[in-house]
RNA sequence: GGGCGUUUAGCUCAGUGGUAGAGCGUUUCGUUGACAUCGAAAAGGUCGGAGGUCCGAUCCCUCCAACGCCCACCA
């Protein structure tokens, strides 16, 4: 008989070691029925790799309750199942972390080497990293340790350097001169998903160019215009178009011809607006469209935000000074004409730091992405990839039809180092190795590209380059993999890029299904976060109340897509639920005899009924499941085992159990036990760790583990 | 400017074309061998609003409102 009451910190670790020696978490060791010239069914999820810059948060401990609970059912169903486990560097993001940490110290990392920067990162993440894995363990998750990865070994970086030259020699990877959202901050160009955008109240400045008037938010950028325009069907500046105006900008005189581009709407400012390619997107394409009329970018503000040489006597200016510095000049010498002090506009920010994002023309990496976009939306479209939520199909389509150039490049150190090389003399060659020497000019000036990939661009081929691609045992065994479960708010940035480069790398889709679930939400609908000091340490709390508990709260918290809101009333209200099953086991065993063994039962009616309706639910509960309907399945067997076979079943039962006859008893006891074992079964994707320590003790022959008995 | 989601009991959320559900909270009773981390019972909802389809709508359709989110190059 087992101790009262139920103490998970007592028990949980004991079973985790259990399950991890059994080598049941390895497919290869799963008790597999071979029907002989049949491959034996597979199921594989294959692990979002946790970033590996600190702890575990609750986000991470739901995708451990969902995958676990796949997983585990499936494991049960006598697939061979694979989870396979994984940690991800997380380049920028952990470059952030470590900034951080680095400022703590006093340091600062654009003085320390890149080598031993490096060597200090890699330190500090195959720390967090450890951490992070313990912190899986205790939340019950039964993925395959050995075949764990990590987005730097060797063999991962060497084959993400390999699709990039690939990509290249196809001609889906180039080299362009464009402007990139670039934070002053974090010294790094950034995609355009990593932008926020936030609203912002400006002056808008209408200052005085020659014979007409620009309005502008930018005043600071005059010495980089190159051109005015306006719109082609504007009666206004008829007369203008074609022609060189002469502009006094402070510093000098500018001559800017006026040019006509469909871009510019007469109906804001003045109709006329100030070129400025170099530090504005939408004029960087405007010089695109008439590169043979007017002059390119001029880069008047430098990469740490102030001004630049070129702005004469204002050089070294922050941009805000720059900028009330040279409106009093302009005022001075009667050139702004008003200024609009409340405009409202959105300017795109650093989602990590939330400084405005200076645009700057920088050579820099960049995927061809339509011709990947397309296969991906065609997959999805088919019906070979399935959203769950369906909703999000629509959302993934949208994005991808509108989706623009990728660049891939990186000034930070912490990542896969790009394998293309520099020569003095411009030639640019792509490859691993260092060339010995130039095949253009023969020259052995090379030095390698100082920069990184983007993240993404590698955990973007994570399901195939995780298992081995091409040629081991287990991407041919596992690939495509069965689900992909992650949070919708990483669909764009993680999600759609591995259908792409799963797509075109592999010829062949890396997931059937797509489980996307929300985010992780206190009792008040607030979003966890450190500033707001309302966040829940998972571990912590699973600590208190059992890993259990905090797996089935967060299950049951919400359907595909929603947000579960999580509270510790809410975790202890599962624990108490854990107490009501191992009371409910310690009163059906505390009935058993062993002569009950020899005895045939002898039903009654309400036992054949009890009997049924237990099938009744396992279907039940099985359909949901398949169906991803994982919260409707948990709260299904909560109900059943709390108010149909406690209150009801096991308090009907108790008269016959104290029976004088001893068939009776047996009876009561068989069914009560019937059921308990079934509940248990039908428990143990949601609540592993007290189903396998209450099955454990069950007086059973053959008893191996809860965790491999069939579903 | 597009698009999406949510709106059901005091709170947080499930759910279904045919007498409304759970957890927590509240009230009452119960501690005689599974369980007080509990049991029994109770109070509490015109299922956001207005139309429509239907024999019948909380559920399907249309419109509206509030809240939240995502996407978007008007200086």
Aim: aromatic share 12%; with cysteine.
């Amino acid at each position: 008989m087992f101790n009262k009451p139920y103490n998970p910190k007592e028990v949980e670790d004991g079973i985790y070691e259990l399950w991890e020696k059994s080598g049941f978490f390895n497919p290869d060791n799963l008790p597999i029925s071979k029907t002989k010239n049949l491959k034996p069914k597979t199921f594989s999820i294959i692990m979002p790799p946790p970033n590996a810059n600190g702890s575990l948060h609750f986000g991470h401990a739901l995708f451990i309750a969902l995958e676990d609970l796949m997983i585990r059912y499936q494991r049960m169903r006598g697939k061979k199942t694979l989870w396979l486990p994984g940690a991800d560097h997380a380049g920028f993001e952990t470059q952030v972390v470590f900034d951080k940490k680095l400022e703590k110290e006093g340091r600062n990392r654009f003085q320390i080497s890149r080598d031993e920067l490096y060597r200090e990162m890699m330190e500090f993440t195959l720390s967090n990293k450890k951490v992070m894995e313990n912190q899986l363990r205790k939340l019950g998750a039964s993925c395959d340790w050995s075949r764990e990865k990590f987005t730097l070994d060797p063999d991962i970086i060497s084959k993400t350097q390999d699709t990039f030259i690939d990509l290249h020699k196809k001609g889906l990877v180039y080299r362009g001169e464009r402007l990139v959202n670039w934070c002053i901050k974090h010294q790094t160009s950034l995609s355009d998903i990593e932008t926020d955008s936030v609203e912002k109240k400006d002056s808008l400045y209408y200052i005085k160019y020659g014979p007409l008037t620009v309005a502008t938010v930018r005043p600071e950028t005059i010495f980089g215009d190159t051109a005015v325009a306006v719109n082609p069907k504007d009666k206004r500046y008829k007369n203008l178009i074609g022609k060189e105006i002469e502009v006094d900008v402070v510093i000098g005189k500018l001559k800017l011809k006026v040019i006509a581009d469909d871009f510019v709407d007469p109906k804001f400012g003045t109709g006329a607006v100030k070129v400025t390619p170099a530090h504005d997107p939408n004029d960087f394409e405007i010089w695109q469209r008439h590169k043979n009329e007017i002059e390119g970018p001029r880069e008047v503000i430098n990469q740490f935000g102030k001004m630049s040489v070129k702005a004469k006597e204002f050089e070294g200016l922050k941009i805000s000074e720059a900028r009330k510095l040279i409106v009093e000049k302009l005022k001075e010498k009667g050139l702004i004409e008003k200024i609009d002090e409340s405009y409202n506009h959105a300017v795109a920010v650093c989602y990590k730091c939330q400084n405005i994002l200076e645009p700057r023309l920088l050579p820099q990496w960049f995927v061809k992405i339509e011709p990947l976009a397309k296969p991906a939306i065609q997959a999805v479209k088919s019906g070979k990839i399935k959203f769950v939520p369906k909703r999000f199909e629509k959302v993934f389509f949208h994005w991808m039809k509108n989706i623009r150039d990728w660049n891939i490049s990186r000034q930070i150190i912490w990542g896969i180092r790009i394998p293309a090389w520099f020569c003095e003399c411009g030639e640019i060659i792509v490859q691993k190795e260092k060339p010995k020497k130039c095949a253009k000019c023969s020259g052995n000036k090379i030095k390698q590209d100082p920069d990184v990939f983007d993240t993404w661009f590698s955990s973007g081929q994570w399901p195939y380059l995780a298992l081995g691609y091409p040629n081991s045992k287990d991407y041919k065994t596992f690939y495509p993999t069965d689900v992909m479960e992650t949070g919708w708010d990483i669909l764009f940035f993680w999600v759609a890029r591995m259908i792409m480069l799963g797509i075109y790398r592999t010829g062949k889709i890396p997931f059937r299904y797509v489980y996307l679930h929300g985010l992780v939400r206190d009792k008040d609908r607030q979003k966890m976060s450190k500033s707001k000091g309302n966040v829940i340490d998972p571990l912590g709390v699973a600590g208190i109340y059992g890993a259990d508990a905090v797996r089935m709260s967060l299950i049951t918290s919400a359907a595909a897509g929603n947000d579960p809101v999580i509270s510790e009333d809410k975790i202890r209200g599962y624990r108490n639920f854990a107490t009501k099953i191992w009371n409910i086991s310690r009163f059906v065993l505390m009935n058993y005899d062993s002569k009950f063994e020899k005895i045939k039962p002898k039903f009654t009616k309400e036992d054949r009924k009890n009997l049924k309706n237990l099938k009744t639910i396992h279907k039940k509960i099985t359909k949901d499941i398949e169906n991803f309907k994982f919260h409707i399945a948990a709260h299904n067997i909560y109900h059943y085992i709390w108010h149909t076979f406690a209150d009801k079943i096991l308090e009907n039962s108790k008269p016959r159990l104290r029976s004088e006859n001893i068939i009776e008893r047996a009876t009561a006891f068989k069914v009560n036990f019937e059921i308990l074992f079934v509940s248990l079964k039908l428990l143990h994707p949601f609540m592993p760790f007290i189903t396998e320590e209450i099955y454990q003790n069950l007086p059973i022959k053959n008893k191996k583990l809860l965790m491999i008995e069939k579903w």
